[in-house]
């Protein structure tokens, strides 16, 4: 970042754009900008009752805001890897997060505080089925009662830093003496590959992926 951020004292920046040159930040020197024209979202996988990232096509707000990257300090280019043509098939905006992803986290937080969706100002607010299907899931994992309520097994998952289902896990393979196994495999789930990027598809193996994650060099 600190590279990326400094000075050149000759020569010339390139950007190639991700959701990061949406942001408002103003990097220096920048001239050029090569968008691809795609965005990774945030998709709930109902097979795996996780959320997983995708990858689409760029909203033409997105595009927009990517080209402005370049030419903010001085005259600069964009180039596009599509035609004018396939831009009109694109969304005019990106979707909601909300409206895609997974709520089981957001229903624990609703149920912790007390109080339901409806009574939040949301810009976009959830969409009832999904949040339906989330309180159901915290049902069956305890957190929640049959009325709805929060239990002590839900404030416990509310402390963890991780999806409820992952937290439960944990919390049960601690119950059951195996509380670094189910942390390990939490990690392994909740973040990226850590055998992704090594020089082609990585073998399906749970003990690889174990072994790097206990020793990173």
């Known amino acids: 970042q600190r590279e990326a951020l400094a000075p050149l004292a000759d020569g010339r920046k390139l950007v190639l754009a991700t959701a990061i040159a949406e942001t408002s930040l103003t990097i220096p020197d920048v001239r050029v900008v090569i968008d691809g024209g795609r965005a990774r979202r945030p998709r709930h996988d109902p097979g795996s009752g996780m959320t997983r990232l995708v990858t689409t096509r760029v909203s033409r707000a997105e595009a927009e805001q990517r080209r402005g990257r370049a030419g903010r300090v001085a005259p600069g280019w964009c180039y596009r890897f599509w035609t004018r043509g396939e831009e009109g098939a694109f969304e005019a905006f990106a979707p909601p997060e909300i409206t895609v992803a997974d709520l089981t986290g957001l229903a624990l937080e609703l149920a912790l505080w007390g109080t339901g969706a409806d009574s939040l100002a949301f810009l ?3 969409p009832p089925a999904a949040l339906t299907e ?20 839900g404030r416990a998952l509310a402390r963890l830093p991780l999806h409820p289902r992952l937290g439960h896990m944990t919390i049960e393979g601690a119950r059951l003496g195996a509380g670094p196994r189910a942390c390990e495999l939490a990690a392994l789930m909740e973040a990226r590959d850590p055998l992704r990027g090594e ?14 994650l206990r020793d990173p060099g």
């Open 124 to 126: 976009t607010p959830p």
């Open 134 to 153: 989330a309180r159901a899931l915290l049902a069956d994992l305890g957190a929640l009662d049959h009325e709805g309520r929060i239990t002590g097994h």
């Open 199 to 212: 020089g082609g598809p990585a073998p399906a193996d749970l003990a690889l992926r174990l072994a790097a």
